[in-house]
C-alpha cells in the first residue's frame, strides 16, 4: 500500500539541486545532482523524499498532486541573503546622474543617497511603509525568491532603526516565506556624536538579541560611513553578545574592511569589488561567503568577470539582488542568474549554487532551505522550460510556473 503525502511533483523533466558537503567552492561550485524524469514527495511542509518518477510513484500517492508530464524542471527556490527591501520614496534622478557620471560618494555629500532614502522612509506612515514592503516581497516570490534577507539601515539612529527591525519583524510573523532580519549600521547620525551614538548602539544591541528582533549585525566600512575603530568596537560587541556578523566592504575604497572580516570571522562579506587576492584566499580558507550584486555592478560598470576572480580565490560564491532603491532596484533573480553568467564568467551550475544553497550557509540556515534534501522545507520553483540551462538563456524573462514555499502552491501562472 502506498504511503500518502500531502504532495507528490511527479514527471518531472530535470530535477536540480546542490548537493553537500557546503559551503560550494572552487571546483564544486560546479557540482550540482540533476535527476531526470523525477519525482517529489511533500509532507508537512518538507521535503519527505525525491528520486527518480518510477521509484516515488511507487512508494507514494498525494493528496494533492502535480504532472509536469516530462515538460518542466525543479529547483529549490533562491535564497536572497542580502536585500534593503524595507524603504520609502524612490531615487531615480540620482540613478540618471550617475548614468552621466557623477558618483555615488558625491551623490551623498548632495544630500541624496542613504540620508534621502533616511528621510523618505519616515514620510509616510509605519502603515504605507508596511504596505509598500509587502509589495515588494510578493514582486519577489513571484522572480522565485523563497528566503529574504532584509536589513534595517534607512533610520541611521538607533531609534528609527529599531522601528525598522520592528516592521521586519512584523513582516516575518505574517508571511509565508522565509525572513532574515538584519541589524544595519549604513552611516552615523549626521547630528549625534560617534561617542553617544556608540553608548546608545551598545545599551540597545543586548534588547535587539533578548527580543528576537535580529540575530545579524552588519556595518558598511567605507569612507564617509564607518571606519575600522568604530566598526571593530561594534564588531567586538556585537561578537561577544552572539551576532552572525555580515560585512558590506571594498565597495568604493579598500579601507581595510576585510581585516575586521578575518579578524572576527564573519559569516559573509559583501560587494568585495576591491578587495585584495590575498584577502580573498584567506576567505576562502575560512569559508567566509563572498556575496556579489551583478546587476549593481552592470548599473555602476564595474570591470566583468569578478565573480570569477573571486571563485577562483577560492571563496564560497552568493549572487544577491542587493534590491535597493538606489543601486540595484530589481528584485528579478533570473535576471541576476542571467548577469552573473554574462558579465561575471560564472557557469549555470555555479549560479545555481551560488543563488541556492552558498546563499543559505551566509546565513547560516543552510540546513532548513538552499537545496532538495530529505527533511528541508519545501521551497521549490517549478519552470515552465524543459532544461535549467535556459534560465539564463532567456535573459530577463520569467519563466516560473509555480512556486511552492512550505510545501504550499502559491502562484500559479
Request: hydrophobic share 40%; no cysteine.
Amino acid at each position: 500500500m502506498k504511503e500518502s503525502v500531502d504532495l507528490l511533483i511527479y514527471n518531472i523533466k530535470e530535477i536540480v539541486t546542490p548537493e553537500p558537503p557546503y559551503p560550494k567552492k572552487g571546483k564544486t561550485l560546479k557540482d550540482i545532482l540533476v535527476i531526470n524524469n523525477g519525482a517529489i514527495a511533500i509532507k508537512n511542509g518538507e521535503i519527505y523524499d525525491f528520486s527518480t518518477n518510477e521509484k516515488i510513484r511507487d512508494l507514494y500517492r498525494g493528496d494533492s498532486e502535480i504532472d509536469l508530464k516530462n515538460e518542466n524542471i525543479v529547483l529549490p527556490g533562491f535564497i536572497d541573503p542580502h536585500t534593503h527591501l524595507i524603504f520609502g520614496g524612490s531615487r531615480e534622478e540620482e540613478f540618471l546622474l550617475r548614468l552621466q557620471g557623477v558618483s555615488y560618494l558625491e551623490i551623498q555629500k548632495r544630500g541624496g543617497g542613504i540620508n534621502k532614502t533616511r528621510k523618505d522612509t519616515f514620510l509616510i506612515s509605519q502603515e504605507k511603509l508596511i504596505e509598500e514592503t509587502r509589495k515588494k516581497l510578493n514582486s519577489g516570490i513571484s522572480y522565485g525568491i523563497t528566503t529574504f534577507e532584509i536589513k534595517s539601515g534607512y533610520g541611521l539612529d538607533i531609534d528609527k532603526e529599531l522601528t525598522l527591525l520592528e516592521i521586519i519583524n512584523k513582516l516575518r510573523e505574517e508571511s509565508f516565506v522565509k525572513i532574515i532580519p538584519t541589524f544595519l549600521l549604513h552611516l552615523l547620525p549626521e547630528d549625534e556624536d560617534k561617542n553617544i551614538f556608540l553608548k546608545k548602539l551598545f545599551d540597545i544591541l543586548p534588547y535587539i538579541i533578548e527580543k528576537n528582533l535580529s540575530q545579524n549585525i552588519d556595518i558598511f566600512i567605507e569612507l564617509g560611513a564607518f571606519d575600522l575603530d568604530i566598526g571593530d568596537k561594534i564588531l567586538e560587541r556585537g561578537k561577544n553578545l552572539g551576532f552572525n556578523i555580515s560585512l558590506h566592504i571594498d565597495q568604493f575604497n579598500n579601507i581595510g574592511g576585510a581585516d575586521l572580516a578575518i579578524k572576527y570571522n564573519v559569516n559573509s562579506v559583501s560587494h568585495i569589488d576591491l578587495t585584495d587576492e590575498e584577502k580573498l584566499y584567506e576567505f576562502g580558507e575560512k569559508n567566509i561567503v563572498g556575496i556579489i550584486f551583478p546587476l549593481e555592478r552592470l548599473i555602476f560598470s564595474r570591470e566583468p568577470k569578478r565573480g570569477r576572480e573571486i571563485i577562483d580565490s577560492g571563496v564560497p560564491l552568493s549572487i544577491s539582488t542587493d534590491f535597493n532603491p538606489g543601486t540595484s532596484p530589481s528584485l528579478n533573480f533570473p535576471l541576476i542568474i542571467s548577469l552573473s553568467i554574462i558579465r561575471e564568467e560564472l557557469t549555470i551550475e555555479e549560479a545555481i549554487n551560488s543563488s541556492t544553497i552558498n546563499s543559505a550557509y551566509a546565513l547560516k540556515i543552510h540546513n532548513e532551505v538552499g537545496s532538495i534534501e530529505k527533511n528541508k522545507r519545501a521551497d521549490l520553483l517549478i519552470f515552465d522550460l524543459d532544461s535549467y540551462k535556459k534560465i539564463p538563456y532567456f535573459v530577463g524573462m520569467n519563466f516560473i510556473k509555480y512556486v511552492i514555499i512550505n510545501g504550499e502552491v502559491k502562484r500559479v501562472v
